[in-house]
């Protein structure tokens, strides 16, 4: 099998997803439009999640690499 890369243009968008992992229900989501920076829309968002009490805690936060980024 032969990966290639992409060709012509990337239209779409990112959509970041928070759910409670004992009983999978919908915590938050965010979508937002092209592919932004993970590092930079992670802690706005998880902000969010504490105002509105949905995080406790001792809670795990599970991101990939990008989220982490510089």
């Given at each position: 099998m032969v990966l290639l890369p992409?060709?012509?243009y990337y239209v779409g968008f990112k959509l970041i997803v928070a759910i409670d992992a004992e009983n999978y229900e919908l915590l938050g989501?965010?979508?937002?439009?092209?592919?932004?920076n993970d590092a930079i829309i992670l802690?706005?968002?998880?902000?969010k999640l504490h105002n509105a009490?949905?995080?406790r805690m001792g809670d795990?936060?599970?991101c990939d690499?990008?989220?982490?980024?510089?």
């Open positions: 992409s060709e012509g989501y965010e979508l937002y439009d092209g592919c932004p802690i706005p968002f998880l902000e009490k949905k995080m795990v936060i599970i690499k990008g989220s982490i980024a510089q």
